[in-house]
Structure formats: C-alpha cells, structure tokens
C-alpha cells in the first residue's frame, strides 16, 4: 500500500462524495488513478483499454458511494468495482470477437510489462526479465491475478483477501501455485536451475 | 515431519506477513529440511526479480487528461438524462398525437390508419423489448467467476 501523502483525507472524501459533492472524487482518482491503472492493465492487458475501464470505475464509484458502507477500507470495495468493470468489458469483447467470427484474441497476446535494462546490465539480464514477464503470462488467470496484486500492485494479504472474497489461507496457497508454476516455467527454460538465474 | 504446512509460510515469509510464532515454527523446520530451503530460496529469487519488470505505462499525456475525461463524462452523462427524459416526454406527444389525430380520426382513409398503428406498435414492442433485455442483463450480469 502506497503511503499516505501530507493533507489526504480518504475517510473524509468519502464523506463528501456521500453527500452528493462532486469535486470530493478528483483527490480520490487522483491518489488512486495509477494503481486503478496498473489493475485494469493486468485484466485487459492494453493500455488504451486500460486507461479506459479505470476512468469507468471511478465513475461507478460516483454513482454508488451512497451504498459504500464507511466503516470498511475504500480500497477492497473500489478494486471489485474495477474488477467486475474489467469482467464486463472482456465479456462484451468476447462477445464480439465470436460475432464476427474471430478466432485470434488479439488482447491475449499483448505483452503486460516493458522489459528494459540498464546499459551496465548484460543481454543476458534483459533475456531473464522478458522470460519472466513472458510466464507471468503464461499463469492461470487467478494465479496471475493473485501474483499482480501482491508483486505490483502491493496489496497486504488482508487487503487481496477482502477484495476477492477468499480467506487469507486462500490468499497463500493461491500465491503458491502461482510461484511454483513461475518457478517451474523458469527452471524449464534455464536448466541449470534458479541459482543461475540473477 | 510433512513440508506441506510450511509451504503456505513461506509465502508469508516472503511477502513480510508471518506472525512470530510461525517464523520461528518455520526456521525450526527450515534448519532440518534442505529441499525447503532451496524452495524458499528460490521463490525468494522470483520476487526479487519481479521487482525488476514495469507494467506498461501509458503516455504522459494521458494522465494529465485523466481527471478531465472523467469530469466530462460525468457531466454528459447528465446531459444524456436531460436528453432521455425530453425524448421520452416528446416520443408519448407524439404518439397520443398521432393517435388522436391519425388512427382514431374517422376521417383518414384506413389503410393510412392501418399503417400508423403498426407503426406505432411496432415501435412500443421495440422499445419495451431493448428495455427488457438491459435491465435482465443489468439485473443478472455477475462477474464473479468469470475465466478469460
């Protein structure tokens, strides 16, 4: 969870926005507009689409902050919003896609991260990262899911917990899978092992 | 002593979230099973390296809009319930209109009158039927579960 900044008042925003203040929501996006970002993309996987649904999340917050329960932290409550956004979005995109006969999901194949490296890195460094990104995606979407909110979108376990609806000993074994399956991956392609990896 | 119970406090381990009961449980068995040192090492090497990698980041641009583009949808999003609500007002004129003066009138030829009740019905039974179908997909769309 990112820190807090000097003067932000999450509680009290929401407090506004309840009372129907429209300006009250600018401080909300504007402290949660990347990590809103970051989520999308991990779901659509295209950065103009995911620009798209985090801005249509926010909105819906708008719209329904009057059934949003105060005592409970914003941010699990904001992350099934842009979840379930994200969800409808893919399914109409789907829908389409079989419409008009398209088989190739062109989304699927769109890469998540930039691999870059320093010029004091090596090639081979850079060669590591892009094979890791590229079995980030290879992960079962729950696990993949799960990874991305741990690893970038740095969710505590309570937080991931309450935002999916799982227990927190769900939470772990899910985290499990998805880093033996990463590890498996990484160990298939450098068959000297994980030691040399780094 | 089974690794399966430790396996889930490695992860802990890892993320920063074990309590100090399971951390020292999971050093005690760490210090006697070498496969679960190397396995915690390893997944310990994957989020080091995870650290590394960048979500594709949008043009800056974009973020500078991107307050902007919200603050405008919302207020045409209004704009479109002003738009809506004349519409629905103007289209039941018309038709108690169209009614009184054309279908009901005995003065219309009746083919003429034929054809603005089909019309007229034809229209409502479109209407109740895109109606009908957003608000069971609004009333039913659950997202939960849902595989890509």
């Known amino acids: 969870m990112p820190e807090k900044e000097i003067g932000w008042d999450e509680k009290g925003c929401i407090e506004q926005l309840q009372k129907g203040n429209k300006d009250a929501l600018a401080p909300l996006v504007e402290f949660y507009r990347k990590r809103a970002y970051n989520i999308a993309l991990g779901f659509v996987r295209n950065p103009e689409d995911a620009l798209e649904m985090s801005q249509l999340a926010f909105i819906k917050v708008y719209r329904s902050i009057r059934h949003f329960d105060g005592q409970r932290a914003f941010f699990p409550w904001f992350y099934q919003i842009l979840r379930n956004t994200c969800f409808n979005f893919l399914q109409k995109k789907k829908k389409l896609k079989e419409e008009s006969l398209e088989e190739a999901d062109s989304s699927g194949s769109e890469s998540l991260f930039t691999i870059s490296r320093t010029p004091e890195e090596d090639f081979r460094i850079g060669e590591q990262r892009r094979l890791l990104a590229e079995a980030i995606q290879q992960l079962k979407p729950k696990e993949r899911e799960i990874l991305l909110m741990q690893h970038f979108h740095q969710m505590s376990y309570s937080e991931i917990a309450e935002s999916l609806g799982i227990p927190i000993g769900t939470v772990m074994s899910r985290l499990y899978q998805a880093r033996s399956a990463l590890r498996e991956y990484l160990e298939r392609h450098y068959p000297s092992g994980l030691k040399h990896v780094m | ?148």
């Open chain 2, 1 to 148: 002593m089974s690794c399966d119970p430790f396996k889930l406090s490695m992860m802990a381990k890892i993320d920063g979230e074990l309590g100090r009961d399971e951390e020292a449980a999971l050093q005690a068995h760490l210090a006697a099973c070498s496969p679960c040192r190397e396995e915690l090492a390893s997944h310990q090497r994957i989020k080091e390296m995870t650290s590394f990698l960048r979500l594709r980041q949008p043009e800056d641009r974009d973020w500078e809009q991107y307050w902007s583009r919200i603050h405008n949808r919302l207020e045409r999003n209004l704009a479109w319930i002003f738009v809506s609500a004349g519409a629905v007002l103007l289209a039941g004129f018309l038709t108690f209109w169209l009614l009184e003066q054309f279908v009901l009138s005995a003065a219309v030829p009746w083919a003429l009158r034929l054809g603005g009740t089909l019309l007229i019905a034809g229209l409502l039974l479109l209407f109740v039927s895109v109606w009908r179908e957003r608000w069971s997909l609004r009333k039913t769309d659950r997202y939960e579960g849902i595989i890509r």
